[in-house]
């Protein structure tokens, strides 16, 4: 597609339920890279993946997240066990081996 | 480890005013840095980035920014704002070098507000 898409684009959930975001990463894009972005506050890297290396988790707040990519295309962030905290938007951005980051819209995530 | 400072979390101004938003980064070597814009209900979009070369870079829509190396700054600039200028400002930095495989660190944002 022309950019990056994420689904759904609004989630709302009952503490303790567990939650798959999706990311579909402009094609040809070898980077994916998800952020959060909380009331007030910044951009608040996740994780990334590069091509088949092994995925950068650093920024994974806790070992509730987790994410995978497929085929090297899409990408699932999954959190489990939601907590209200979790309550962010989740951003997907892709990126060629040249920089030039295209972020998707986000997906607005509710923890109730 | 980089790290970003807004310092302006908030800024209104009325059309035709000029605009400077603060941007200091942390970080001992080489970086990328880069200004995004992230209007009402729209996602992240890169407004300008620089990667070396004149320290000041022109970005779309009348923004431009300048990196002073010493004062470890990418202040973002316009001269005269339109209400359409209406967004959040993220300031982001990267390290340089290792192709695209390095995050974006960002700043907190600034709110900008342009009244009619």
């Known amino acids: 597609g022309a950019g990056v898409s994420q689904s759904p684009s609004n989630k709302v959930t009952e503490k303790g339920k567990d939650v798959e975001l999706r990311c579909d990463p402009i094609?040809?894009?070898?980077?994916l890279y998800w952020y959060r972005q909380s009331l007030g506050q910044g951009l608040e890297f996740l994780i990334y993946?590069?091509?088949?290396?092994?995925?950068?988790k650093s920024g994974l707040p806790s070992d509730r997240f987790s994410a995978e990519r497929t085929g090297g295309s899409v990408s699932t962030l999954t959190i489990q066990r939601t907590q209200q905290e979790d309550s962010a938007v989740y951003l997907c951005a892709s990126s060629p081996l040249s920089y030039g980051y295209t972020f998707g819209s986000g997906t607005r995530l509710t923890v109730v | 480890a980089q790290s970003v400072s807004q310092h302006n979390h908030h800024v209104i101004l009325s059309e035709a005013a000029s605009l400077e938003l603060g941007c200091n980064y942390s970080y001992g070597g080489t970086v990328n840095l880069f200004w995004y814009v992230q209007y009402p209900g729209q996602h992240l979009q890169l407004l300008l980035k620089y990667f070396s070369g004149d320290p000041l870079v022109k970005g779309i829509k009348g923004f431009e920014a300048e990196f002073i190396k010493s004062k470890f700054s990418f202040n973002l600039r316009k001269p005269s704002v339109q209400w359409s200028d209406t967004a959040e400002y993220f300031c982001?930095?990267?390290?340089?070098?290792?192709?695209?495989?390095?995050?974006?660190?960002f700043g907190s944002g600034t709110q900008l507000t342009v009244l009619p």
């Open positions: 094609s040809g894009h070898t980077a």
């Open positions: 993946f590069q091509g088949n290396s092994a995925p950068d």
């Open positions: 982001a930095v990267k390290a340089a070098g290792s192709g695209s495989a390095r995050q974006l660190t």
